[in-house]
């Protein structure tokens, strides 16, 4: 069952995503049933768990992604600020303030500044001036800009790994969104650019939610305020993050795999 | 036995490996030999009636003498309208295809009917043409006509090359931009076409070849015998380097030798002038690719 905090601003904040009893299949395989949990405001929301546990399925619920996979269907609810999501009549709004970064980086086959000036040119901005802030603001918040600076015009595909996915966090701020989630980013990064990185989800935190999926127990420690483990399309714990590591858990298979007894 | 001395096995191995890449490049060279042959005859016994006179006067004489002018302007015509017509049907066809057609039966259907309509003879083209455009639209016979037949011949090979090169471009760049709210029409507007022309060129490449070198689709069509004047619009009638050919080989006696040869010279030439423009344009777009 979900554990709130004694203390602490995460269990006062306002509802950001509220998820009641979602289900979600391919097909007839289950990737994920039964889920209920609330994310908080200005909370890093960690999701860890092995493959296959469902965790990539859930991002892409919350992003209604299900609409480009005829074969991805969707049960129960989620809410976007008090909002439900399937009832949301303009899902490119909902999608612009969702920021998403995937495993491995995502440079698309434009400049480093048409990869970050993308997400506002696709509302329709077009003044050069403005562009140029959002760009320099964007990409000196994801720990790049000093790296790139002078060469905004080489192409984004053509930077290092670690360069790539802090230019598609930058592309994921240009849409100044209210949730961030980011799926095992550091998945393709060296450590040193992965802490870079987590420093910044540190800064960003007071400006929007995230939901952050990892295999890494230890970052979710860092990071996370409070942590669901997802096993095989189910949701075991949602709990505050040290709890997990106090052993203060009520699924004796959570304990195991945070301690990394799993088999 | 030392380290590095060959096993009998590995003996094997290495002489058939020589066999082969003897036996593969040997193919190779068989097949540019043809083309060479060709171009060389053609150059050889061609070169005598080349002249800017052959290009650019009217033919006189029963067509034994005087130049091909109305034929090489007819050709152009033709390929020029029948481009117009297919380039835009078969790319937003593709397009549709790739991008936004679900994948049922329906969708499996029209694929399959477009590799089918790639393998019908040019000859039921040509009666398909008569019929469609000459007789029901009441085109006539006239450039329109054949360039729409031949447009319709050519319409698979656009596809299915614009087809391949939209799926070439990564998926995770559509779901990228799709994650930030993009619509599919901005992610192909934005993403998807500008890492596709290079392929999708070198579809109208092939089409260009194919579409100036037809003659079925275009006897019944719009395309004459002889003309004594020039086409004045795409309603009008007009003489077109292949068939032209066709006649001063088989047609007209007394003809000249060199004449069909400086006619096939001409029109090989035209091809690869037009091809050499569209590959010019494709590595010009290829130095800019992006991944």
């Known amino acids: 069952m979900v554990r709130e905090s004694n203390s602490g601003v995460v269990s006062r904040a306002p509802v950001k995503i509220g998820v009641d009893n979602l289900s979600i299949y391919y097909g007839s395989e289950t990737a994920l049933e039964g889920v209920s949990f609330d994310i908080r405001e200005h909370e890093i929301f960690g999701i860890i768990g092995p493959a296959n546990a469902g965790k990539t399925s859930f991002l892409k619920a919350i992003n209604r992604m299900d609409m480009f996979n005829s074969n991805m269907r969707v049960e129960g609810n989620i809410s976007f600020s008090g909002h439900d999501i399937r009832k949301v009549r303009n899902v490119y709004g909902l999608r612009r303030r969702i920021g998403v970064v995937f495993p491995l980086p995502v440079g698309l086959p434009l400049s480093v500044y048409d990869n970050v000036a993308l997400a506002p040119r696709l509302t329709g901005l077009k003044d050069k001036a403005e562009l140029n802030v959002i760009v ?3 990409l000196t918040r994801a720990a790049l800009w000093d790296e790139v600076k002078d060469r905004l015009n080489s192409l984004g595909s053509m930077l290092s790994g ?3 996915q802090r230019l598609t966090i930058a592309r994921a701020l240009s849409q100044e969104p209210e ?3 980011l799926d095992e980013f550091s998945i393709a990064v060296d450590p040193v650019t992965t802490m870079r990185i987590e420093d910044v989800l540190k800064e960003l935190k007071s400006e929007m939610t995230i939901i952050l999926v990892t295999n890494l127990v230890q970052q979710a420690r860092r990071l996370a305020d409070r942590t669901a483990f997802f096993l095989e399309g189910k949701c075991l714990d949602v709990c505050i993050t040290e709890d997990l590591f106090t052993g203060e858990v009520s699924d004796q298979r959570t304990r195991d795999y945070v301690e990394g007894r799993f088999g | 036995m030392s380290m590095f001395e060959a096993t009998q096995n590995n003996r094997k191995n290495l002489g058939r490996q020589k066999i082969f890449r003897y036996l593969l ?3 190779t060279a068989m097949l540019i030999l043809p083309v060479i042959l060709i171009m060389a005859t053609l150059i050889y016994k061609g070169a005598p009636v080349m002249s800017l006179d052959f290009l650019f006067t009217n033919p006189t004489n029963g067509m034994t003498e005087g130049g091909i002018f109305p034929a090489l302007l007819g050709t152009i015509l033709l390929v020029i309208v029948a481009l117009l017509a297919s380039v835009p049907l078969g790319v937003a066809a593709a397009i549709y295809l790739s991008e936004y057609a679900p994948d049922n039966w329906f969708t499996r259907a ?12 040019s000859i039921v083209h040509a009666l398909f043409g008569l019929g469609a455009f000459v007789l029901f639209f009441r085109f006539g016979t006239s450039i329109l006509a054949a360039s729409l037949t031949l447009a319709i011949m050519t319409l698979p090979v ?9 799926q070439a471009v990564p998926m995770a760049f559509r779901e990228a931009c799709w994650n930030m709210g993009a619509t599919r029409w901005q992610t192909i507007r934005r993403i998807v076409l500008p890492n596709a022309v290079t392929g999708i060129l070198t579809g109208v490449i092939l089409e260009v070849s194919r579409t100036a070198g037809e003659t079925a689709p275009i006897m019944f069509t719009g395309a004459v015998f002889f003309l004594p ?3 004045q619009g795409v309603f009008d009638q007009t003489m077109a380097l292949s068939l032209h050919l066709f006649v001063v080989s088989t047609q007209v006696p007394e003809m000249p030798e060199a004449v069909p040869y400086g006619v096939a010279l001409v029109l090989i030439c035209l091809v690869l002038l037009m091809n050499s423009v569209s590959i010019a344009l494709r590595m010009y777009l290829r130095g800019k690719k992006k991944w």
Request: charged content about 10%; some cysteine.
């Open chain 1, 179 to 181: 949730l961030l989630m």
């Open chain 1, 162 to 164: 670690g360069q790539q």
């Open chain 2, 229 to 231: 004047f020039l086409p």
């Open chain 2, 158 to 166: 656009v596809i299915v090359a614009t087809r391949e090169s939209l």
């Open chain 2, 25 to 27: 490049g040997g193919m």
């Open chain 1, 136 to 138: 320099e603001r964007c």
């Open chain 2, 110 to 121: 029209i694929n399959l009917a477009i590799i089918n309509l790639a393998g019908v003879p």
